[in-house]
C-alpha cells in the first residue's frame, strides 16, 4: 500500500520486485506462475501508467513468470480500458522481445557475410538479412517510428490517439474464430460436470 494514504497500490515498483521472488520460487518448485503486474494506479492512460506497468512486468518476465497479467486495466485494477488493452499489447511485445536477448552464433555473426559486404556496403538486399529479420527484430504495430514529416502528414497522432482508434476497428471488425466442434463439447462436458456437482451440494445442504 502507499504509506502515505494507505490506498492499495498495484502500479509501485515494489509489486514487480514480490513478482519476480514468487516467479523465482516458483520456478525453484517446477510449478507455473502468474504474475499481476499490467497494473496501474493511473485514472487514464499516460506516461504513469506505461512506466508503472512496463517496469515490473519486464522484472517478472525476465524472473520466468509463465504468465503475466492485468493488461488494460486502470485504478488499481477498478477500471477498464480497451485502449489501454491495445497499449499493453505492444508492452508485452516489448517485453517478450527483451527478455529473448541476443542470439550469438557463428550464423547470427555472419563473419563471411560482413567481410564480404565491407565498410560502406549495403546490408539489407542480402538474403542473411532477409532470414533474421524477423527473428531479430521486433515490428511493432502502434508505435512510430516514421520521419516527423510523415507523421504530420498522418495526422501528427500522438500513442494514445492511435490506441483508442485501433481499440474501435478491433470492436467493430473482428471476428473470433469458433471453437472446433469437438472442443466445444468438451467444454459443455464439463459444464455439466460441475453441474451436477453443484446440484448433488445443493441438495445435501438441504437435507
Known sequence: MDMRTANVSQGCPENGIICAAAAQIARYYNVPSVANVGCTDSKTYDAQASY???????MAANAGANMLQGWGMLETNLTCCCAALV????IVGTISRLIQ?????????????????????NFLGI?????????E???PQLSDRFKRDTW??????????RAKETAVDI????????????DRDQIRKIVKEAEKREARKQRLTTR
Open 171 to 182: 470492436l467493430k471488425t473482428h471476428n473470433s474464430e469458433p471453437l472446433e466442434r469437438e
Open 137 to 139: 527484430h521486433f515490428i
Open 127 to 135: 538474403k542473411h538479412t532477409r532470414d533474421f529479420l524477423m527473428k
Open 52 to 58: 508503472e506497468k512496463t517496469g515490473p512486468a519486464l
Open 87 to 90: 497499449v499493453d499489447f505492444e
Open 152 to 161: 504530420k502528414k498522418m495526422g501528427g497522432k500522438d500513442v494514445i490517439e
Open 101 to 121: 536477448g541476443m542470439n550469438i552464433s557463428d550464423e547470427t555473426l555472419a563473419v563471411d557475410t560482413v567481410e564480404e559486404i565491407g565498410p560502406g556496403g
